[in-house]
Each structure stands twice: as structure tokens, then as C-alpha cells.
């Protein structure tokens, strides 16, 4: 098997009206799905979808506990603007000596990080 890339990523939900401002007009993401489904564009490859899992006949098993990585340029500038928009974070903005992170989450509980990685991968 070859995998080729990532389609997507879902997001657990149960109530999809909130998040979906949230990422849609809090984040800024461009939304290219409305409905049951709603769909927003992460960077050029992958998008993520808000999924209530009682959709597909699941149940909800709890928001994400993983940090879902979205890289930004800046991540003080985007860390600012969220902020000025009421997104709290969680401590202050780790330097790994590698790359910069800072830690959020959405309105459902699912964490977030905002990264970026300033120094070059390893060969």
C-alpha cells in the first residue's frame, strides 16, 4: 500500500454551530462544506471536518486530547490575534529550541496548537 497523502482530518463534535464559528470566523479558516459535514481548508492538502460521530451511527467518545498542529508563520502574531479575539491558551509559548508552539483549544473541548518549525529537520 502506498498511501498518497492526507485528505483530511476530523474533529469530534456534538454540537456543530459552534465550532463551526469558531473555526470559520474566530481562526479565519476558509469553509468549503456547509451542513452536516462542514468542512474547512487547512493549508493546500488536507482540510478538517467537524464530525458528530451519532452522524455515522458512533457515539461520542470526548473531544481530541492530541493537540491538532496548525502551522502559522508567526505563531506570537496568530497566538495575539486569537487572543484579541477571547481564545485563552494554555501557559506561555514553548521555544523547543526547534520550533514554537502554543496551546489552545476549540469550544468543544478539542486541543489545538499553533506551531512552527523554525529550525531545519534532522538528515
Given at each position: 500500500m502506498i498511501v498518497e497523502r492526507t485528505d483530511f482530518v476530523s474533529?469530534?463534535?456534538?454540537?456543530?454551530?459552534?465550532p463551526t464559528a469558531f473555526y470559520r470566523d474566530t481562526v479565519g479558516l476558509a469553509q468549503i462544506n456547509e451542513g452536516t459535514w462542514p468542512e474547512f481548508q487547512l493549508g493546500e492538502n488536507i482540510s478538517l471536518y467537524l464530525l458528530d460521530p451519532t452522524n455515522?451511527?458512533?457515539?461520542?467518545?470526548?473531544?481530541r486530547t492530541?493537540?491538532?498542529?496548525?502551522r502559522v508563520a508567526d505563531v506570537a502574531q496568530a497566538r495575539r490575534d486569537l487572543e484579541e479575539k477571547g481564545v485563552v491558551f494554555e501557559g506561555d509559548t514553548p521555544d523547543s529550541g526547534v520550533c514554537h508552539m502554543a496551546f489552545?483549544?476549540?469550544p468543544g473541548g478539542n486541543d489545538l496548537?499553533?506551531?512552527?518549525?523554525y529550525a531545519p529537520h534532522a538528515d
Open positions: 474533529v469530534p463534535v456534538t454540537d456543530l454551530e459552534r455515522i451511527g458512533q457515539e461520542f467518545k470526548g473531544p492530541s493537540p491538532l498542529a496548525l489552545f483549544a476549540d496548537m499553533l506551531h512552527n518549525r
